[in-house]
């Protein structure tokens, strides 16, 4: 038998971060948000549904402790 090797996984869920929260912790305003994402310096928004998006937490972060 030929053996598999398999990456070990890890138990780290993905978080998304709404808007109010993105705005919360980064200072920003919404309009300022959406500019910047427009010029690439701001994590672009992932889809969660029909009209909501939300932000993965720890590219939030990240974005936070380069400022």
Do not use: C, H
């Amino acid at each position: 038998m030929s053996e598999q090797q398999t990456e070990p996984r890890t138990n780290s869920a993905v978080r998304f971060v709404r808007l109010p929260e993105v705005m919360a912790r980064t200072g920003l305003s919404r309009s300022t948000i959406y500019v910047r994402v427009a010029e690439g310096r701001f994590p672009k928004p992932v889809p969660l549904g029909v009209r909501s998006v939300g932000w993965i937490e720890s590219e939030l972060d990240d974005r936070i402790a380069e400022r």
